[in-house]
């Protein structure tokens, strides 16, 4: 894969439960087609999540359909997740990594390192790198509501 320039995106964010509990709704790959908006389908290709789990995963994102092999590098319950591409059309590596705040909420750091080559075209690499945050933001705060709804119901 020919290296362009890189793309580095990052945002934190906070869910109203336990680093365990934001773990298992965020770093589990069966669970991001749930709360992400442009993901529409995983399959585990070897197992349970894990160090050296892959998976595949499908992304709707900007006008166009990406499908990729993923690997987990870290899988750590409550703490820090670690995953690259194997295979897709460009290469990604990305990483969530889990703190415990004081009233009982979890901060979630997420990373996100990109090489798209020219897989978008002439879109501008500040651009696609508003898309990818705006898209975790938006994400997250949708997880975040339905956490609170889920907690109030319970």
Request: charged share 25%; proline share 6%.
């Amino acid at each position: 894969m020919a290296r362009t320039e890189q793309i580095n995106a990052a945002y934190t964010f906070r869910l109203p439960v336990t680093p365990e509990e934001a773990f298992a709704r965020v770093s589990q790959p069966l669970q991001d087609p749930v709360w992400q908006a442009a993901c529409v389908d995983v399959t585990l290709l070897n197992g349970e999540p894990r160090p050296g789990g892959q998976y595949a995963i499908t992304f709707e994102m900007v006008g166009k359909r990406m499908d990729f092999t993923v690997e987990i590098d870290e899988f750590v319950p409550g703490a820090r997740s670690a995953f690259h591409t194997l295979s897709g059309p460009f290469g990604y590596v990305g990483t969530y990594t889990y703190t415990a705040q004081g009233d009982g909420s979890t901060s979630v750091d997420w990373t996100f390192d990109v090489d798209p080559g020219d897989y978008f075209g002439i879109m501008p690499k500040s651009l696609l790198r508003k898309v990818l945050v705006n898209g975790v933001k938006k994400d997250a705060a949708k997880l975040a509501e339905r956490l609170r709804k889920e907690a109030v119901a319970s």
